[in-house]
């Protein structure tokens, strides 16, 4: 199928793309990498009167690695962030799981704000900016404010955007010293969503013994599930934790349900498996990066 007919609109600056945006209002969607969008176009499930297309704010082309975090402007593709050593040297956890996003033709195009803006339960960076406690930058004709991650996913496809908003960055902290962490999923074939996916950040102490450890858990709810994992495994050795219990506190925090790829039941115990696999995964990595002094 084709899209229902739109007016294209190619602004050059964030000014003009702001006026434009501020004009259309509801009628209107921004454009980035397309990857999600057109095929809701094709499809007809979105129609929108106007589309605002992004690409050529050289502008929003960024990746900024600083001392409190990584800046990824809207216009950064995946495979960018992927590529560039010194954003996944900061921020390790966004190396781990863009690796997991869908296939190298997708994140070559697709943007890592457009797929934080479209909130998919099951992508993988709604769950990143969580469980590091990133934030959104988002601009509009009437001036500019920051939303926190935890504020930022309301539901399935649903972000804290407005109509006529432009998120212009994404801003992902680098966790504290002492830090590492894993990714992990599981999807029917390689590329596709995940039937579930955790990410974990564990913080060990200078005994090697863990501090603090969370996860994110994704398509087990309508947006990343957090989940406190330290009353498993705090104070427990970086190597010999009870990572089953960390997977069993996920487990009883999803709350998943049934639809045509898998039951409620086995994303459930994805949520638990995976979790404790992330979680002994994310604690050797601290210790390796400890061990080189990189933490
Ligand atoms: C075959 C296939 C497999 C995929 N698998 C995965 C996967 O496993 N995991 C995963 O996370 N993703 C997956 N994706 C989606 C991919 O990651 C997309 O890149 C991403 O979801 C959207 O990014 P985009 O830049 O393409 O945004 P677009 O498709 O251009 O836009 C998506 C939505 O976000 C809005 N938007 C985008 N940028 C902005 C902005 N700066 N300001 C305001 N609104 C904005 C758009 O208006 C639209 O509503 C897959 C896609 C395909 C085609």
């Not at 057109?38 to 050529?56: F, G, I, T």
């Not at 960055?169 to 996916?197: K, N, Q």
Request: net charge negative; proline share 6%; with cysteine.
């Amino acid at each position: 199928m084709k899209p229902a007919a739109f007016a294209y609109h190619r602004p050059g600056t964030v000014p003009e793309a702001l006026d434009v945006l501020a004009e259309v209002g509801h009628d209107g969607k921004v454009l980035a990498g397309g990857q999600s969008l057109v095929p809701l176009l094709n499809m007809r499930l979105a129609a929108p009167a106007h589309l605002v297309d992004v690409n050529w704010l050289a502008e929003l082309d960024t990746v900024a690695v600083g001392d409190r975090a990584v800046r990824v402007g809207a216009v950064a593709r995946h495979a960018r962030v992927e590529h560039d050593r010194a954003a996944t040297g900061a921020v390790p956890l966004l190396g781990q799981a863009i690796a997991d996003i869908a296939h190298e033709t997708v994140r070559n195009r697709g943007t890592v704000v457009g797929s934080l803006v479209h909130a998919d339960p099951a992508a993988e960076l709604p769950a990143v900016l969580v469980l590091l406690g990133g934030t959104m930058e988002l601009a509009s004709a009437g001036g500019s404010r920051r939303v926190a991650a935890a504020d930022f996913f309301l539901g399935p496809l649903e972000s804290a955007l407005r109509p006529g908003e432009l998120a212009t960055a994404a801003v992902f902290p680098r966790p504290p010293a002492g830090s590492g962490s894993a990714w992990t999923e599981v999807a029917r074939r390689h590329g596709d969503y995940a039937l579930c996916g955790v990410g974990v950040l564990v913080v060990l102490d200078q005994g090697l013994r863990v501090g603090s450890a969370r996860a994110a858990c994704i398509s087990v709810g309508p947006v990343p599930v957090q989940v406190d994992l330290t009353d498993a495994l705090g104070g427990q050795p970086h190597d010999a934790a009870d990572w089953a219990a960390a997977g069993r506190l996920a487990a009883a925090a999803v709350d998943p349900e049934d639809d045509i790829h898998a039951t409620a039941a086995y994303r459930r115990h994805l949520a638990g498996v995976l979790t404790a696999r992330a979680a002994r995964a994310a604690a050797a990595h601290a210790a390796e990066l400890l061990d080189r002094g990189a933490a």
